[in-house]
């Protein structure tokens, strides 16, 4: 853009004796002069929409300041570096595309496999996602029942409340005359009885089989016991 400067002093020319050539104001100057004048606007900016060219200045304004003021590079470069000083990254966090183990910070967790045909892995995870702790628990499954036991003859007797203390379950055997019955934990699971037919008793043994839980109580009712055995 260009600033207008007068090429004519016009007030000069009243100063001079009549009949000075230069006392008369020619046409050729006034054309000059607005000349000068619509070319020193056609190159000033506009208030709207203004394209500015070269390196124009503006006042700084103050570092916080939020308005429609001009932002100058002065007051950009202040604002960004007191934005990066508030950031505070530590070597120890990703600083850039380049992911290292030395910018991630350690959990304390051992690298190793967790986890076996004997035990499980068991895995805590914090808020970030991260593994926090890692360890193993071990697998404990019960043996089935018959592994490990044996068919044993113990002393039992009929209509006594027996617990089984053995720490798994066990099965119960036994051959009972006539009217008979099995409770186990309380709960009725076998009960039988002899009827007369044509008048003639019947005499009969009914053979019960089942499983007792462990520290769960079983009894066995009925009129007489032949055989009694538990695998246990």
Do not use: H
């Not at 050729?28 to 390196?55: C, P, Y």
């Not at 404990?140 to 036991?149: C, K, N």
Request: glycine share 8%; aromatic share 6%.
């Amino acid at each position: 853009m260009s600033n207008y400067l007068k090429a004519t002093d016009f007030g000069s020319k009243d100063a001079l004796l009549s009949g000075d050539p230069n006392k008369i104001v020619k046409g050729t100057e006034i054309n000059d002069e607005f000349d000068s004048i619509q070319t020193a606007v056609n190159s000033k900016a506009n208030t709207n929409n203004t394209a500015l060219t070269g390196t124009p200045t503006a006042p700084t304004a103050t570092a916080g300041t939020s308005t429609a003021q001009v932002a100058t590079t002065a007051f950009v470069t202040s604002a960004v570096t007191a934005y990066d000083a508030a950031l505070t990254v530590s070597t120890s966090q990703i600083e850039n595309d380049a992911v290292t183990t030395a910018k991630i910070a350690p959990t304390g967790v051992t690298a190793n496999t967790y986890g076996s045909a004997t035990a499980i892995p068991v895995v805590t995870v914090n808020a970030e996602g991260q593994v926090t702790s890692a360890t193993t628990a071990a697998i404990t499954i019960a043996d089935p029942i018959g592994v490990g036991q044996t068919w044993q003859n113990p002393s039992r007797s009929l209509g006594t409340t027996y617990t089984n203390t053995t720490g798994r379950p066990i099965q119960v055997t036994a051959s009972v005359k006539n009217t008979a019955s099995a409770v186990v934990g309380g709960v009725t699971i076998f009960n039988s009885n002899t009827v007369s037919c044509c008048g003639v008793p019947q005499i009969s043994f009914f053979p019960l089989s089942f499983i007792v839980p462990n520290n769960t109580t079983y009894v066995i009712n009925g009129a007489g016991l032949n055989v009694w055995a538990e695998l246990r």
